[in-house]
């Protein structure tokens, strides 16, 4: 028979002893039947590759207290309270895990929770530009997660003037914890040294000159010549 709390069971017992006086006694027995216990497990979610745990113990709810929560890798464990794991736990498949939660009467419910793994975010570090002269800026920034940090002293999406061809990493974090990086290498080219020395004609255009006898450089890069500095400066109108 099913009990319920406070049920009463009538025990008669007759003894087999001669002249027993008398020879059958009545007595009541209370039976306490204690309630079990409700314990219920929201799902959760790490990172890939490990990169971050979960603590069991915070997906748990019970409609009861003063019982011990104990964690198990199989629903049969949890039901013998034997091999108990650590409620902190980092698997890189996804995994379900059992609860078992006692109450000092012995009472206990198991329940169950799934633990899903998170892709980490596809991190592309871009740059406006990846040569550059020495003095000029550049621009890293990253894509494909929420929040970026580089190294070098980098801010994304702010402007800088690296002085020597450098590889830089950018850290991309998503809005579920996980991360994953990449790089971007700046090549940074010196200035050419320009020398150049004067030189003259005859008046009335009776000589001309060659300037390239009067420009040395060091680059072996083209070499134009311009009616004025804008020009120079620019590349534009030879």
Known sequence: ???????????????????????????????TVHPLPLVTA?????????QTSIDLSTLITSDTSGGVLTYYST???ANSASNAISSTVSPSNATT??????????????????????????????????TI????????????ATSY????GVTDGVAFSPTTTTTYTVTGTDTSGCYNTDTVT?????????????????????TDIDLNTLVTNDGGGTITFHSNSGGAQSGNNP
């Open 75 to 77: 629903e049969a464990n």
């Open 186 to 206: 700046i090549t940074v080219n010196p200035l050419p040294t320009l020398v150049t020395i004067d030189g003259s004609v005859c008046a009335n255009n009776q």
């Open 1 to 31: 028979a099913v009990l319920a709390d406070g049920d009463t069971i009538d025990l008669e017992v007759t003894s087999n002893v001669q002249c027993a006086d008398p020879a059958t006694s009545n007595n009541p027995i209370t039976i």
């Open 133 to 144: 002269c020495i003095g000029d800026s550049v621009t890293l920034t990253g894509s494909g």
């Open 149 to 152: 940090t580089w190294d070098n």
């Open 97 to 130: 895990y059992w609860i078992r939660y006692e109450l000092p009467t012995g009472c206990y419910d198991v329940t169950s929770t799934q633990i899903s793994i998170d892709a980490l975010p596809i991190v592309v570090a871009n740059a406006t530009t990846t």
């Open 42 to 50: 929201d799902n959760g979610s790490v990172c890939a590759s490990s």
